[in-house]
């Protein structure tokens, strides 16, 4: 998606009420296209990722997210992972999450602010993808599942696959 249309339409519109205050107003409003140039962009970029983040809360457990690509914003939808029946295909390890469903989209929410280390967040972009969720998502069911392991409740334990490896969390 390119902004490039949205931000000159944006130019023109404070081009056309600067002639209506003369030479002086034309040539300020000249002056600031510039810096409202970027202004209008990052504006443009907070509301489509609000937007993201309102669509993913109607999705979940599939996801919408907002990327810059080269300066253009571009959306990535990630679908619910589509449960397989065959015996044959090979058993994932399961993600840090509840036994039981957590409810990502339940009547309230709360907005938190999570400050990860980079090396952290790498790590929790990776998992999300392998699990087919947003980071959020994911986010939430290893609270989830921390907090139900802090209650005594039994909790998932990871899977163990052919190679002897055995994944999971460890405290």
Do not use: C
Request: charged share 20%; no cysteine; net charge negative.
């Amino acid at each position: 998606m390119h902004l490039d249309q949205y931000v000159a339409e944006l130019q023109q519109q404070l081009a056309t009420a600067a002639a209506a205050g003369g030479d002086e107003a034309r040539e300020l409003a000249t002056r600031l296209t510039a810096p409202l140039d970027a202004a209008a962009r990052l504006a443009l970029l907070a509301a489509l990722s609000d937007a993201a983040g309102e669509i993913s809360a109607e999705l979940a457990p599939g996801s919408v997210d907002v990327r810059l690509r080269a300066g253009n914003p571009e959306f990535v939808v990630t679908a619910p992972r589509a449960t397989t029946t065959d015996a044959t295909a090979p058993t994932p390890a399961p993600s840090p999450q509840a036994t039981e469903p957590v409810d990502t989209d339940g009547p309230s929410t709360t907005r938190t602010t999570l400050r990860l280390p980079d090396h952290l967040k790498a790590q929790a972009e990776v998992a999300a993808a392998r699990d087919g969720v947003s980071v959020n998502t994911w986010l939430v069911r290893a609270v989830a599942g921390a907090l139900e392991q802090s209650s005594g409740r039994p909790a998932a334990r990871p899977a163990q696959r052919g190679s002897g490896r055995v994944t999971g969390w460890v405290r």
